[in-house]
T-cell receptor
C-alpha cells in the first residue's frame, strides 16, 4: 500500500499522560499536514511541513502540541499533559508540490485518541 | 475568520434521484476548491476538484461561483453507495494555511 499511513490507529490514555502519533506520507510527497477532527466537525488544520521545515505552527491548539519531521520523511505529533478535550481523530495528509496546479492532499486513516 | 459553511443535513434521498449540495466560503482570495467524501469513521477522500469553468466526473458535477462565493455538487442517479458525508473544502493560497473544511453534509440514499 503506497498511501499515507498512521500509527497507532487507536490510542487510549489517561489525562495528564503524553502521547505521540506517527505519520508516514506518500514517499514522493514533500508536504505534510496535521489536522484534528472532532465529532460532527470537518477536519481542522494544525500544522504543515515542507520537507523538514515546519512552515506553519501558529494553528497548533496550545503549547502542549508539537510536531516534528526531522528528516523530511515521517512526522510525529506529540501532545503533552493530555486533557479530555484532546479526544479526537488526528489526521495526517501529504501532497506533492506541483507549481501552478491545484494541490491535492491525501489523507491517512487517522489516529483516534481517547483521553480518560 | 475564514469559514466554509454547509448545510449539515441529513439529506434523505431515494435511490436514483438527483441531489445537490451547496456551500459558501468567506475568503474571496481563496484559490482552489474541492469536494471530499468521508465515510463513517474513515478518512476524507478526494471526490473531485472544482474548477471555475465547472467540471463533471461521471454522475458528479461540481461548479464554482466566485462572484457569489459558493460551490455546488450535483449527484445524478444516486446509488446506495453514495451515502456518506460530503465535505466542502477550500485552499486559501498555499500550504501555509492548510485546507479549510466545512462541517460536511450528511447524505443518506434510501432504497
Amino acid at each position: 500500500d503506497t498511501g499515507v499511513s498512521q500509527n497507532p490507529r487507536h490510542k487510549i490514555t489517561k489525562r495528564g499522560q503524553n502521547v505521540t502519533f506517527r505519520c508516514d506520507p506518500i514517499s514522493e510527497h514533500n508536504r505534510l499536514y496535521w489536522y484534528r477532527q472532532t465529532l460532527g466537525q470537518g477536519p481542522e488544520f494544525l500544522t504543515y511541513f515542507q520537507n523538514e521545515a515546519q512552515l506553519e505552527k501558529s494553528r497548533l491548539l496550545s503549547d502542549r502540541f508539537s510536531a516534528e519531521r526531522p528528516k523530511g520523511s515521517f512526522s510525529t505529533l506529540e501532545i503533552q499533559r493530555t486533557e479530555q478535550g484532546d479526544s479526537a481523530m488526528y489526521l495526517c495528509a501529504s501532497s506533492p508540490r506541483i507549481v501552478g496546479l491545484q494541490e491535492t492532499q491525501y489523507f491517512g486513516p487517522g489516529t483516534r485518541l481517547l483521553v480518560l | 475568520r475564514k469559514e466554509v459553511e454547509q448545510d449539515p443535513g441529513p439529506f434523505n434521498v431515494p435511490e436514483g434521484a438527483t441531489v445537490a449540495f451547496n456551500c459558501t466560503y468567506s475568503n474571496s482570495a481563496s484559490q482552489s476548491f474541492f469536494w471530499y467524501r468521508q465515510d463513517c469513521r474513515k478518512e476524507p477522500k478526494l471526490l473531485m476538484s472544482v474548477y471555475s469553468s465547472g467540471n463533471e466526473d461521471g454522475r458528479f458535477t461540481a461548479q464554482l461561483n466566485r462572484a457569489s462565493q459558493y460551490i455546488s455538487l450535483l449527484i445524478r442517479d444516486s446509488k446506495l453507495s453514495d451515502s456518506a458525508t460530503y465535505l466542502c473544502v477550500v485552499n486559501d493560497g498555499g500550504g501555509a494555511d492548510g485546507l479549510t473544511f466545512g462541517k460536511g453534509t450528511h447524505l443518506i440514499i434510501q432504497p
